[in-house]
């Protein structure tokens, strides 16, 4: 079991839905965690200020992780910062769902670059310095949407499950070095997303899914830190999270 106490990680997209249940979690078990978001910099700072009432070292950097050199300044930050990386969480995303035929082409590159090409540039900056730490860690937050396709969601269903691609391929080259490589893929989580869908929508979405609820953004969370804390030999490998509905 790795002790997290004093280990440091980037959450991206960390200040809202499973990014904040994620960044409280880690905090809770003395992670100092950098909280990386793009324009929501109300929660971003109301998560600070709590947290660090309650003890925890957080900081937060604004980046557009979709941009290389964004990314490269957030992992800068948190190095000059913090002094070390130890635990890179790839969480930030964004849907913009439409049938193909009303698809347009700049809905599909926004999904793609902040889902999927965002991966690229925070692990590319990252990774020197989570070969440093003896229990590095990449955990991307995929979906269940890249496992089994969503209507209405072919850019986002192509980012998430290229991100499993990447997961087991990257997993591979590092799988001789400290620094383990993982994927999340949740289910139907209780977030301000899902909560935006139609009651009538959302009661059907929750009969599908064998335990008959949605999950809590809080269970994610607990699996980044089984991953972290008791995963040296778990690599490239997808943590489905789902309450049953893909198996």
């Known amino acids: 079991m790795v002790n997290l106490n004093e280990k440091v990680?980037?959450?991206?997209?960390?200040?809202?839905?499973?990014?904040q249940a994620i960044t409280r979690e880690l905090a809770k078990?003395?992670?100092?965690?950098?909280?990386?978001?793009?324009?929501?910099?109300?929660?971003a700072e109301k998560l600070i200020?709590?947290?660090?009432?309650?003890?925890?070292?957080?900081?937060?950097?604004?980046?557009d992780v979709s941009n290389l050199e964004q990314s490269r300044k957030l992992v800068e930050e948190t190095i000059n910062h913090f002094g070390r990386l130890d635990i890179l969480i790839n969480n930030a995303g964004i849907t913009r769902d439409k049938t193909f035929k009303k698809l347009s082409e700049e809905d599909w590159r926004t999904v793609i670059d902040v889902n999927l090409n965002s991966v690229y540039n925070t692990s590319s900056a990252a990774l020197p310095h989570?070969?440093?730490?003896?229990?590095?860690?990449i955990?991307?937050?995929?979906?269940?949407?890249?496992?089994?396709?969503?209507?209405?969601?072919?850019?986002?269903?192509a980012a998430k499950a290229g991100l499993i691609g990447y997961t087991k391929s990257l997993a591979l080259e590092l799988?001789?070095?400290?620094?383990t490589v993982?994927?999340?893929?949740?289910g139907y989580i209780e977030t301000e997303m899902v909560k935006e869908i139609p009651e009538d929508i959302r009661e059907k979405l929750i009969s599908k899914v064998p335990q008959r609820r949605l999950g809590q953004p809080e269970e994610i969370a607990r699996g980044i830190i089984y991953l972290c804390q008791d995963g040296d030999?778990?690599?490239?490998?997808?943590?489905n999270i789902n309450g049953g509905i893909y198996m």
């Open 9 to 19: 990680a980037i959450v991206t997209g960390g200040a809202k839905g499973i990014g």
């Open 29 to 43: 078990h003395g992670v100092k965690v950098v909280v990386n978001y793009n324009s929501s910099v109300g929660s």
């Open 49 to 63: 200020a709590e947290l660090k009432e309650a003890g925890s070292e957080v900081y937060a950097v604004q980046a």
């Open 130 to 137: 989570l070969l440093e730490s003896d229990a590095g860690r």
């Open 139 to 157: 955990i991307n937050i995929s979906s269940i949407i890249g496992q089994f396709g969503g209507f209405g969601q072919t850019n986002y269903a």
């Open 175 to 179: 799988a001789k070095s400290s620094v």
């Open 182 to 186: 993982n994927a999340i893929c949740p």
């Open 233 to 239: 030999y778990i690599t490239g490998q997808q943590l």
